[in-house]
Structure formats: C-alpha cells, structure tokens
C-alpha cells in the first residue's frame, strides 16, 4: 500500500525536550516537506528537501531540524529551543520539486507541550 | 510576500445549491493555482490545479488575473462535498496555503 505514514498519530514533549517526528514514503518521491499547521491558519513550510542529503529551510525553521539520509525518510525534530511547538505537523512529498507537481500529504502528528 | 486570503471560514449551504468559495492572492510572479482539500478523517489531498483546466467532482477555478482571485465554484453542491478547502498559490516548495474554508452541505 502506498503512501506516507506519520508517526507518532500524538506526541507531547516536555519542557527543554527535544522531540522527532517520523515521516516515511514509499512512493519513489524526491522532494519531501514538512508544514506547520496551527488552528485558524494555513500550512506553514518549516523545511523541504528536493534531493537526499540535502534540504532547505522554509518559512518557519527556528527552533527545527530535519535530515534526509535516505530517500524515504524525512524526520523533523523539534528542539528545546522551538518556544511554541504545540501543533499539528503535517509531512509531504512530491516526485519532484517542481511548480505544477501535486502534494502527497501524510495523516499528521499532534504535538503538544506537557 | 505572499499572501492568500480566503475570507470564509465557513460556508454552509443547501444540498443542490451552488457554491463559490473564494480565494485572493498577492504573489510575485505568476503562480501556479491549487485547490486541496480534506474530508472528514481523511488526508488533505489535491482537488485540483489551475494548469490542468480540469473539473473535478464538478467542480471548477476560473483563474481572474485581474483580480488575483481563484474562486472554487460548483453549481449543484453535494453532500459529500462536505469538508475543508485550502488553496493554494503558488508551486514547490513556494506553495502558500490559505487559512481555508470549511464548506458545510446541509440537507
């Protein structure tokens, strides 16, 4: 069965703890991405990645880290020093990181802060 | 910046009525135009995307460049168009979603 797979579905971290999110596809995609989503307000793209070993912050990076060691695999960690990381955490991919190509979405992570 | 608007939170209508969900953007450049959407307990998925010219579950996006505006619109809704739409300006990683609007099909 294709596609991503989130995990875990709930996180809660406590204070000055870091935390990491898996995002895993088996769709053969190229570039990979991970939004942000707060209540009443669109995605915000915290990183992407086009290629492996290579990624490339977005809007929101402070306070994030990922790392893309192999092609399925594109885990987020959020660090002690992200002040407000409670929120749902949404990971995607597309054959490539082109202008027309379709977002994959995976089926989300809540994060919440103890 | 880029910037999207879409001015509805929430949109209810009569099943068989028609529906227009609006979407303004201010983006450099000339986007690519998306509309996603996520059904109740499903994933957020593409509905569809302006390049394509296509209409999906009947529903279509007239591109107005004028007015920078993308609206959704189908003439006849549905119940099971029940859901969340986002669109989307832009393509690749410079995707900017919307706050969206929760379109809620009434009988």
């Known amino acids: 069965d294709g596609g991503i797979t989130q995990s875990p579905k709930y996180l809660f971290r406590k204070e000055g703890q870091n935390v990491t999110l898996s995002c895993e596809q088996n769709l053969n995609h190229d570039a990979m991405y991970w939004y942000r989503q707060d209540p009443g307000q669109g995605l915000r793209l915290i990183y992407y990645?086009?290629?492996?070993?290579?990624?490339q912050k977005g809007d929101i990076a402070e306070g994030y880290s990922v790392s893309r060691e192999k092609k399925e695999s594109f885990p987020l960690t959020v660090t002690s020093a992200q002040k407000n990381p409670t929120a749902f955490y949404l990971c995607?991919?597309?054959?490539?990181?082109?202008?027309?190509?379709?977002?994959?979405f995976g089926s989300g992570t809540q994060l919440s802060v103890l | 910046a880029q910037r999207v608007t879409q001015p509805e939170k929430l949109l209810s209508v009569f099943k068989g009525a028609p529906v227009e969900l609006k979407c303004n953007y201010s983006?450099?450049?000339?986007?690519?135009l998306f509309w996603y959407v996520q059904y109740s307990r499903q994933r957020l998925q593409l509905l569809l995307r302006?390049?394509s010219r296509e209409s999906i579950k009947g529903f279509t996006a007239d591109l107005n460049k004028g007015e920078t505006s993308f609206h959704l619109k189908k003439p006849f809704a549905q119940e099971e168009d029940s859901a969340m739409y986002y669109c989307?300006?832009?393509?690749?990683?410079?995707?900017?979603f919307g706050t969206g609007t929760q379109l809620k099909v009434e009988l």
């Open positions: 995607a991919s597309s054959i490539q990181d082109r202008v027309n190509e379709k977002l994959f």
């Open positions: 990645s086009q290629i492996v070993n290579d990624f």
């Open positions: 302006h390049i």
């Open positions: 989307a300006p832009g393509g690749g990683n410079k995707l900017t």
């Open positions: 983006y450099s450049g000339s986007p690519e």
